[in-house]
């Protein structure tokens, strides 16, 4: 193959691996169930806070995860929110987030008033690195009184927020057992990852506070929506008293305790959760089998490889992803117009957050692999149905 073919041979492979264009990004596939419980909504006017499927949405999802406790919010960015104060974060704390990631989670360390600080991400399961992330807190940091402190900014490092990139289940055995040493408290961004196990157990149970996201673009969806994913009782009680306004629960007086939040998530949302939960499983399957079709066009080509999933971990393959070798990674914007021009919807990664203009000034490790990767990297049309399509 000529190198300036790449573009549109990635075309070519693409349509033999799911059909003739166009193809989504990710599209959300709905069912009857979902449409029954949104009829029951209107019927009997619970389109709001007020409803039987919220508690049912969170009790299939608590099962489902294996999670003790989960409290389902009004998007992925409230929950992050709201684990990050339930975690103690406080004004003027640093929190360590990977360099490459959804601006969502830098901006919900803002929202308490802390400092997001980069680190760098893992080559292959593009993580945080739990050896990068030692090596730097090991360099920059002090231990003053139980509290890990940045030597250089001289505030305190309270927290560190794992995300398990595009759904695959990073190191976070690993993470966890670092972030013991320098006494940070862990939060799992799983908002890619409902439907991903590492060793069977389920992303975001890890730490004992996680994250998911049922946004329209995430693998189910509830419109809109997010879930915290807790294990002990104490901490999900404070979770739900924060995101209904901190009302001290009472029949009629409105009796508020502390500054809270709006981030119940509505019951018309808990209802199309509540039958997308029902279909979790075989859009699994349905996304592992795409992964499957793409990994069967794309193998020998030497120019990229696919990402798969990290070996101990069972991916919901939220995003199917290309990774360009470095010396291809001057072909992506040929790559990106190519495949967006034959109506394939591809996108690059994110800018890095180190990167964006919020951030500029904020503290951060080397993050080269981060800003390598961040150059390599294209998702594909990631839809479950796309393998339902004939060819
Ligand atoms: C989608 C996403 C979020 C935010 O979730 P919303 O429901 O869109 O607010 C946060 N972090 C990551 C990694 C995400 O992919």
């Given at each position: 193959m000529q190198v300036n073919d790449l573009p549109l041979q990635v075309v070519e492979l693409i349509r033999q691996a799911i059909g003739e264009p166009p193809a989504a990004l990710h599209e959300p596939s709905f069912g009857e169930a979902e449409l029954d419980n949104l009829r029951s909504c209107i019927e009997t006017t619970?389109?709001?806070?007020?409803?039987?499927f919220v508690t049912e949405f969170e009790d299939r999802v608590e099962e489902y995860c294996g999670a003790p406790f989960a409290v389902a919010v009004s998007s992925g960015t409230a929950a992050l929110h709201v684990a990050l104060l339930i975690a103690g974060v406080k004004p003027g704390d640093e929190v360590l987030v990977q360099a490459?990631?959804?601006?969502a989670t830098a901006n919900a360390i803002s929202y308490c008033g802390a400092i997001p600080h980069f680190v760098d991400i893992d080559?292959?399961?593009?993580?945080?690195?739990p050896v990068a992330l030692r090596d730097h807190l090991e360099r920059v940091t002090v231990h003053r009184g139980g509290v890990t402190v940045n030597r250089v900014t001289g505030r305190p490092i309270t927290a560190v927020v794992p995300m398990h990139t595009f759904g695959h289940v990073g190191q976070i055995d690993e993470i966890l057992a670092v972030a013991s040493e320098y006494n940070l408290v862990v939060i799992e961004?799983?908002?890619?990852?409902?439907?991903s196990r590492r060793n069977g157990q389920h992303a975001g149970t890890f730490a004992g506070l996680g994250v998911l996201s049922f946004n329209g673009?995430?693998?189910?969806?509830?419109g809109g929506g997010g879930m915290l994913l807790l294990s002990e009782a104490t901490a999900a009680q404070r979770a739900r008293h924060l995101t209904t306004t901190a009302r001290v629960a009472h029949r009629w007086h409105f009796d508020h305790d502390q500054v809270g939040f709006n981030y119940r998530m509505p019951n018309i949302n808990a209802a199309i959760g509540c039958g997308q939960m029902q279909r979790l499983d075989s859009i699994v399957d349905l996304k592992r089998r795409l992964h499957e079709r793409y990994a069967a066009v794309f193998s020998?080509?030497?120019e990229f490889h696919l990402l798969h999933e990290p070996e101990g971990c069972r991916s919901n393959y939220w995003l199917q992803t290309l990774i360009l070798q470095e010396s291809q990674m001057h072909l992506r914007e040929q790559l990106l117009e190519a495949t967006n021009t034959a109506g394939f919807h591809t996108r690059p990664a994110w800018k890095l957050l180190s990167d964006q203009t919020p951030y500029v000034a904020a503290p951060r490790a080397d993050v080269a692999v981060a800003r390598r990767k961040s150059q390599q990297i294209v998702n594909l049309p990631s839809s479950p149905t796309l393998v339902q399509r004939t060819l």
């Open positions: 619970f389109v709001s806070s007020v409803g039987p490459l990631g959804f601006i080559v292959d399961d593009l993580g945080i690195s961004d799983a908002a890619e990852a409902i439907g673009n995430k693998t189910i969806t509830t020998g080509v030497p």
